[in-house]
């Protein structure tokens, strides 16, 4: 299948301050990138959906000026956790795909501590 | 998107095909039947999907019923490494995992 390659693997930060992680899709082109939020023992939860070149649509719940993502070309999207605080601290998990409606790949994700 | 159901967990011995269940009764015509898994700590890993015929690739094979309200995912030979989270997901869109099945491959 298709990389996703996602970056940091993990990060510790100081409260209040503020943490991009990265998402790139290596062989392919993608045209939508989804983010998500991995708490310990749940699921994923959807944060947002990005197309390129436009504004992401957020999730309910989900705070945009908070959660600052771009998607400035086919191939990378970054997520920027801002004045991150420790509730902020979880699995971030990112994925890419051409089309909606086709498979999805994941990166690998990012474990952010806020300490 | 549908709303799907799973069992919370399932042992299987290796060696042995692992079936996996999902039911998915409010499914729609336009809707697609993924399954992804996700090894502790890792991010999910596309498994197969499929529309309403049934689907087989080098990982697994996707049964489908044909009124479409279950689905059941076939891994052939289990191995250790398979123990993970199975997502069964249904959507026309974007991807919305719910609990998913804890499989568990016992030596």
């Known amino acids: 299948g298709a990389v996703v390659s996602q970056h940091p693997s993990w990060v510790i930060c100081k409260s209040g301050t503020s943490v991009k992680i990265e998402c790139r899709s290596l062989d392919f082109q993608a045209t939508t990138m989804f983010w998500y939020r991995q708490f310990p023992k749940q699921s994923l939860m959807l944060m947002a959906t990005s197309n390129e070149g436009s504004k992401a649509t957020y999730e309910q719940g989900v705070e945009k000026d908070k959660f600052l993502i771009n998607h400035a070309s086919l191939t990378l999207s970054t997520l920027t956790v801002t004045s991150a605080h420790p509730e902020d601290s979880s699995f971030y998990i990112c994925?890419?795909?051409?089309?909606?409606?086709?498979?999805?790949?994941f990166g690998q994700g990012t474990r952010l501590t806020v300490v | 998107d549908a709303k799907t159901t799973q069992p919370p967990s399932m042992d299987c011995a290796e060696g042995r095909a692992a079936n996996l269940p999902c039911n998915h009764s409010t499914i729609s015509g336009n809707e697609y039947v993924y399954w992804y898994r996700q090894i502790h700590s890792q991010g999910p890993q596309y498994i197969i999907h499929?529309?309403?015929n049934n689907e087989t690739n080098e990982m697994a094979s996707l049964i489908i019923t044909e009124d479409r309200k279950s689905s059941t995912l076939i891994l052939p030979h289990a191995t250790l490494r398979d123990t993970a989270v199975y997502y069964c997901i249904v959507t026309g869109s974007g991807l919305t995992f719910g609990k998913g099945t804890h499989l568990i491959i016992q030596p």
């Open positions: 499929g529309l309403k």
């Open positions: 994925s890419a795909s051409v089309e909606v409606l086709t498979e999805a790949f």
